[in-house]
């Protein structure tokens, strides 16, 4: 299960192996400020790109709501069920009812907190997939799973409950991301979609009686690392889940392209009798290079204190901003670029990400600088390559380079 903030990241989703997308509309979800997300009109899209790939599209509504927010929640889910939007997921119980009411199927968002057997039993009134707490163990988890089969608890659609838990992604440092502190510090909820992360910052701690002043070295004792579970997949497996949950909303079109794709593989191994130590180690160093703060297994392992993430993006490749696209020659399958910043050479490492297209990634090898063979393009020169894939002003070209 997929992260959508964008078309483009729905697009790489859907092109690199995801079953399923999530995604939220204007308001009233997590992600209400920090990922562009989709309007009202653009679900009938949504739905109907994702079902012509066979895969199901999730909206999330998963903010607490207040009685001003329940009207605007009833146009939300009506306009959902007439697009063809497969579930919703929730975690107020008046947007559970109202769902209810609408006749759309019910996800438990990990917000509802769900950490044991008869809280899960009580959600099964109305969820037909629950996403538990992030807090569990897998031990947890697996007793909940076992229950689950043993006490046949169903959902609404008579089959028992799938459970779903996030397998990578960022961690917050609240209890399921119920955190008050951007509420506090910016008057800014992040149970309203709002948060400023302002746990993502560096900080000093002050001896309020002589002045002096701590620098909390090396480590940001409020924001950890990012969740990563590919190496130990198989262990998810056994414990009983059905469905893994890649967190990203707010991330861009590359990183949901690489970590859907590495899952993917992984998951298809775990299949086939083929999940190796060798390919372990080879989907970690792909899943380092795109955007991350580092990387710990969160507290399915049964650790008790979290690891701490240290300053930036610690991606092992970096994509830079070239231009966007000027046109397509259909018959040539050639596309032309605006080179707007930075040059490009021969060899280089080219990535295309726009709305339609997903994300295609490229090397320089035979192209075009102002309808002349060239090796080398320069800010103002159009770029003109080979690609099967149309290309639209809309989409922006990026040169890829490796840190070091």
Not at 121 to 134: G, I, P
Not at 300 to 322: D, F, M
Not at 365 to 373: I, K, L, Q, S
Not at 390 to 402: A, G, N, T
Request: charged share 25%; glycine share 8%; proline share 3%.
């Amino acid at each position: 299960m997929a992260p959508a903030g964008s078309f483009e990241s729905l697009q790489a989703a859907l092109d690199h192996g995801a079953d399923s997308i999530y995604f939220g509309v204007e308001q009233l979800n997590m992600r209400a400020r920090s990922s562009n997300n989709f309007t009202l009109e653009d679900m009938i899209e949504v739905a109907e790109r994702t079902h012509r790939h066979n895969a199901k599209a999730y909206l999330t509504l998963n903010t607490i709501l207040y009685d001003h927010d329940l009207p605007v929640a009833k146009r939300i889910l009506k306009m959902a069920k007439e697009a063809g939007i497969d579930a919703v997921i929730v975690s107020d119980p008046a947007a559970m009812l109202i769902a209810k009411e609408t006749g759309l199927s019910i996800h438990a968002s990990t917000q509802l907190n769900i950490t044991n057997v008869e809280a899960l039993k009580f959600h099964a009134q109305f969820v037909d997939v629950a996403v538990l707490s992030r807090e569990l163990s897998l031990r947890q988890v697996k007793h909940i799973t076992h229950e689950i089969e043993r006490q046949n608890i169903t959902g609404p659609s008579g089959k028992p409950v799938k459970i779903e838990v996030f397998v990578h992604g960022a961690l917050c440092m609240a209890i399921s991301g119920k955190c008050h502190l951007s509420l506090h510090t910016y008057n800014s909820s992040a149970n309203r979609g709002a948060c400023k992360q302002n746990c993502r910052h560096p900080y000093l701690v002050i001896d309020k009686e002589t002045g002096m002043e701590l620098e909390i070295d090396n480590e940001y004792i409020m924001s950890p690392k990012d969740l990563m579970t590919v190496d130990f997949l198989d262990q998810i497996r056994d414990a009983g889940v059905s469905i893994l949950k890649i967190e990203g909303r707010a991330r861009a079109a590359d990183y949901v392209a690489v970590t859907v794709s590495v899952y993917r593989e992984a998951a298809e191994a775990l299949e086939n009798g083929t999940y190796t130590e060798e390919k372990k180690q080879a989907w970690i160093r792909r899943l380092a290079s795109v955007y991350n703060r580092g990387f710990w297994d969160g507290y399915y392992l049964g650790r008790k204190l979290g690891e701490w993430s240290q300053p930036g993006n610690q991606a092992t490749r970096q994509k830079i901003y070239i231009g966007r696209g000027k046109k397509y020659y259909a018959k040539a399958g050639v596309g032309e670029f605006k080179i707007e910043t930075f040059g490009l050479k021969k060899g280089d490492k080219i990535m295309i990400i726009g709305p339609s297209l997903g994300i295609r990634e490229l090397q320089l090898d035979e192209f075009y600088v102002n309808d002349r063979p060239g090796t080398e393009a320069r800010k103002g020169d159009i770029l003109a390559i080979k690609i099967k894939d149309k290309i639209r002003p809309s989409d922006k070209l990026f040169k890829v380079v490796e840190n070091a």
